[in-house]
């Protein structure tokens, strides 16, 4: 991650510990839920647009109602003035090069990120009243996500497809990718979307197959560079 602008917060190819922070975590198969260590990723990740399979994950394109494009992928935006505080959605992003941040100034410091992601797919983020700068380059229109939106979850995903909203664009459960290579999947399960390290529940780096259960508590799962997931139980 971070390949366009900073480097994305935590991308930085490192241990991750659930409990220590890490966006990504080492593991060869087994149970993924775990958290076992592995490789760094960044504070957010994002999906090859929930369309790719749209046959098996139905609803998932539509599920999330989002009201007209809220602001331009490209641009910095102050919070407060020229956009408004809330979450948001942009999707239909390819080759990881949309990048976004959030920052709380506009010095253009490393210190000032708050939360930064490059992205291929979807991806969520939720913007705070706090925050200061919103940025966003190479990406396609963020929409306002309604919060009362309802979906019809998909019991599949594509597995480069980005952040998935549990319960509205893919259901709970425990879901099986396989045949992943040289640690290049990474999944991740959040509480929220504000995309920190904090936000983080459990995440891992797999080669081979890689299982994980998404609890009907979860708010987000992210997948990049896996092979699709299915729902086995």
Known sequence: MGMK?????????????????????????????????GKGSSASAEHKDAGKKSSDKKGSTEAVETKKAAFDGDGDFQVGTDIKPGTYRSSGNTDGMCYWERAKNASGDTDSLLANDNVSGASYVTIKSTDKIFK??????????????????????????????????????????????????YWERTKDAEQGLDSILANDNV???AVVTISAKDAYFKTTGCKDWKKTA
């Open 136 to 185: 966003s380059s190479g990406c396609k229109d963020w929409e306002a996500v309604d919060a009362k939106a309802q979906g019809s979850p998909a019991t599949k995903m594509a597995g480069d497809g980005g952040m998935f909203k549990v319960g509205v664009d893919i259901a709970p459960g425990t879901y099986k990718s396989t045949g992943n290579t040289d640690d290049m999947c």
């Open 5 to 37: 602008g900073k480097v994305a917060l935590g991308a930085v190819v490192g241990v991750v510990v659930i409990g220590v922070v890490s966006a990504n975590a080492g593991g060869n198969g087994g149970d993924s839920g775990s958290g076992s260590s």
């Open 207 to 209: 080669t081979g197959t």
